[in-house]
């Protein structure tokens, strides 16, 4: 890493959310008083080694596992706490209920602290859109956050870190993508400068430093079908106005199909002619409309990302949905093509009691 960029000053360590220390049976033999000495000595070890290499280069590592560390009555916590700069960070809503004067009585200890706020990616591990007011909000609510601790517990803070994440760890799905998300890093920056965001701020970030003809979406529930903008990325973010067009229309047109084209239809193999034809109606609109959304999304990624990141979000997202109607357009076409009668009630193969059998499973030792 420090090979790859010659010119850095700043290096984040990571080490969140370690919990799994000392958990292998191998570990009972090595030599360490607990998992918090084992964590204390590894991360200590690897930033001395990062200083020898660079010595004038500031070193992070997040928060949540230092919390409990400090004033722990460990004689070693002293030296890594000279040698790393903590960023404190929570993407909540509102950052002044998440950390209580304890937290900062704390951190008041170390030299400096950074936190990290967010633009993207930390609203679900199935988000599609970075909405802007939960980013804004917490944006927001840091500066506030950062204004009283300064003075009642005098942490010294000295920067912020926006921080955008594309998935919640590597076996997970993509998230919300970059280029939709600039509104978001615009309003989260904007905030910093100002401290708020109020009704001719927004009107300004969205026209003038956006270029957009309307102010953009700050919550889902806004119904809005179009918006055009000119910001680096303005095709990707346009295309997810456009997902949330095709979404509720499909939920539309599949809430009025399922009425008609039940489980039960598909498995016994019969129709409602005149209901199956306005399902019909339906679908083959959304189809066409699908359609044209799987090519100019896979389109539009290509300026911005390599094939691949197009292809994984369509099958994350879009793909079953797309196939789903297609399974119902084939059905209802074939039997409105080879229907000529129906079957009788009580329907057949259909009268048995449905039985049901706990499945055989494995358990699994992780040891």
Not at 318 to 332: A, L
Not at 351 to 366: E, G, H, Y
Request: hydrophobic share 40%; with cysteine.
């Amino acid at each position: 890493m420090l090979s790859a960029h010659s010119s850095i000053s700043y290096f984040h360590m990571g080490c969140d959310e370690v919990y799994y220390r000392l958990v292998h049976p191998q570990c009972a033999n090595l030599n360490f008083r607990d998992d918090a000495d084992l964590f204390i000595r590894h991360v200590t070890r690897v930033a001395k080694y990062i200083k020898s290499k660079r010595p004038a280069i500031k070193l992070f590592i997040w928060h949540d596992m230092l919390s409990q560390l400090v004033n722990s009555g460990y004689n070693n916590i002293t030296e890594l706490m000279e040698l790393i700069v903590p960023m404190v960070w929570t993407y909540v809503d509102d950052v002044k209920l998440w950390f209580d004067d304890g937290f900062w009585m704390r951190f008041s200890m170390f030299r400096e602290v950074w936190v990290a706020s967010s633009f993207k990616g930390s609203s679900g591990e199935t988000t599609t859109m970075s909405y802007i007011a939960h980013h804004q909000r917490n944006q927001q609510t840091w500066l506030e956050t950062m204004y009283i601790a300064s003075n009642r517990h005098k942490v010294n803070f000295v920067g912020i870190a926006i921080t955008g994440w594309s998935r919640y760890d590597h076996m997970l799905s993509l998230c919300e993508l970059l280029p939709s998300s600039i509104p978001s890093l615009a309003y989260v920056l904007q905030t910093i400068v100002y401290g708020y965001i109020d009704y001719e701020k927004n009107l300004t970030i969205s026209t003038s430093l956006l270029g957009c003809d309307r102010m953009p979406l700050w919550e889902k529930a806004m119904q809005i079908t179009f918006i055009s903008c000119s910001f680096p990325g303005h095709e990707m973010y346009e295309m997810m106005y456009q997902y949330d067009t095709i979404l509720r229309q499909y939920e539309e047109a599949m809430s009025f199909v399922r009425l008609f084209i039940t489980d039960i239809h598909l498995r016994q193999n019969y129709i409602h002619y005149k209901r199956s034809q306005e399902c019909l109606q339906r679908l083959v609109y959304l189809e066409d409309q699908m359609i044209y959304f799987i090519s100019a999304f896979q389109h539009v990624c290509l300026n911005f990302f390599t094939p691949d990141i197009g292809s994984e979000w369509l099958q994350t997202y879009f793909m079953r949905k797309f196939k789903e109607v297609q399974y119902r357009i084939n059905f209802i076409e074939r039997r409105l093509t080879t229907q000529t009668s129906w079957p009788q009630r009580p329907l057949p193969n259909n009268t048995a009691f449905i039985v049901v059998k706990r499945r055989n499973f494995t358990t699994i030792n992780l040891s």
